[in-house]
Structure formats: C-alpha cells, structure tokens
C-alpha cells in the first residue's frame, strides 16, 4: 500500500470525521437554545430504529478509512480490493467538496434544521438557495460523500455500509416528504412537484406551437 493511497485515503478519514462532529456541534447548540437537540435522537418510534441502525453506519464511515489509513494489517472485510492513489486523491477532493456544499445547505436552513422527523415540532419549508434547486441537497451530498469514500476505500465492510447509508437515506427522504406534505399541505405538495428529490429536475422551454 503506498503511502500517497494511505495519505488519500486518511484525508476523507478527517474529512468524515469533521463533517460529522459538525453535526454534532450544531445538535448540541439546537439543543441549548430550544431544549431538543435538532431530533438527534428522534422522539418517534421509527426514527429511534432508523438511529439505532444509521449509528454503527456513521461510525463505520468515519473509522473505515483511518483504520486503512494508519494501520499495518487488517483483516480481509476491511481490506480495499485496489488501491489507487490517481482514484483515492479524487475521491478525497470530492468528499471535501461535498462538506463545503453542506456547510451552506446548513446556512440556508438556519434555526429550521434538523435531523428527520420531529412530530411536536414544526418547522418552515425552506425553498432558498439550494433548496431552491433540489428538496434534500443535504442527503444528495451525503450519498455522494458516502459513493466517493467508497471508491477510495473499496472494501467488502465499506461496500455494505454505503449501500446500507443510501437506501436509508433514500427511505428517510421520502417518510419526510410525507410528514411534510400532511403538515404543510398543498404549499409542499406545489414545492415537490416542482423540484427533484436529488437532482435538479431538467425544464426545457415550451416551443411555441405552429401554425
């Protein structure tokens, strides 16, 4: 293993890290002001299971690439099946990229951020900036920082624990659009039909019709 790969691959080990210390940092300070902590923990039944099942998947995220990054031997299900630093460098760049993107997401949602569904609480629909572009850039760019990771460490663990972060956050995207559509009504429903879910919906201008 070259050392620029185990280079590459700790950088998105950091960059991981911060991304989610970040969050935890904004939990802790939600929770000082208002009392709850931006639904860290979840006060609904199936947000408690979904946290219980994305904690490990976080933990994993972070640790996965340290691990290869810093350690001599590790065992078969955590060893990357290439190893590339022309792949892993990228990756890395994408990952940071992706953490940049967040940081202004986060902005744009401002004291209406939180993490999933909170039934006693109700919060604005935020239609700005990104938003304004796609309904959950946050977990678009979570997906791509996860596929990006995956690609620089490509180990059978890290296979399944992105393929296990995407289709939660996949589930968790659309139980959202649902709580919000029941509590925000037609105003969400004329919003989701308008914008895409993680990628900008493509409009293409009317042609005038012929004579």
Known sequence: MTIDYRAAVFVTGVLVAAYWARVL??????????????????????????????APIVLIWVAQP???????????VLKPVTRSAWVAWPAAAIVAACFWATRICWRTMGKSWRMGIDPAER????????????????YALSQAMMLTTVIAVPSPL?????ATHLLLLQWEARREEAYMAEVHGQDYVNYASRIGRFVPRLRFPHTAAKD
Do not use: Y
């Not at 940092?25 to 939600?30: F, G, N, S």
């Not at 340290?66 to 590790?74: D, E, R």
């Not at 938003?131 to 850039?137: E, G, L, N, Y």
């Not at 890290?158 to 992105?162: A, D, Q, Y």
């Open 25 to 54: 940092k904004m939990a802790r300070k939600a929770g000082r002001k208002t009392g709850r902590a931006a639904n860290l923990w979840p006060a609904e039944k199936t947000g408690k299971v979904v946290r219980l099942i994305w």
């Open 66 to 76: 340290l691990v290869v990054s810093l350690a001599t031997a590790t065992p078969w």
């Open 123 to 138: 919060t604005s629909v935020v239609t700005g900036g990104p938003f304004a572009r796609v309904r959950h850039p946050i």
């Open 158 to 162: 890290m296979f399944v624990t992105g």
